[in-house]
């Protein structure tokens, strides 16, 4: 009964995401750090980028 529901709900959360996902990979990053749209989030890489993550508020906030 309430697969129908169910379903429409996925489908608007999979958009959501996707659209969230697209967001975050065509915002500007710092210099070294590059970010790549996945199916299910964004990867970051860049060297030393775990200590960026603290410094850096751009990197910090990332997502919000």
């Not at 529901?5 to 065509?26: C, E, G, H, T």
């Amino acid at each position: 009964m309430f697969e129908r529901l169910q379903q429409a709900a996925d489908r608007n959360a999979d958009r959501l995401l996707m659209r969230v996902i697209r967001r975050l990979s065509q915002s500007e990053m710092p210099d070294g750090v590059e970010i790549e749209a996945l199916d299910d989030g964004v990867r970051l890489s860049g060297r030393k980028l775990r200590r960026r993550l603290i410094g850096d508020t751009r990197l910090r906030n990332i997502g919000r």
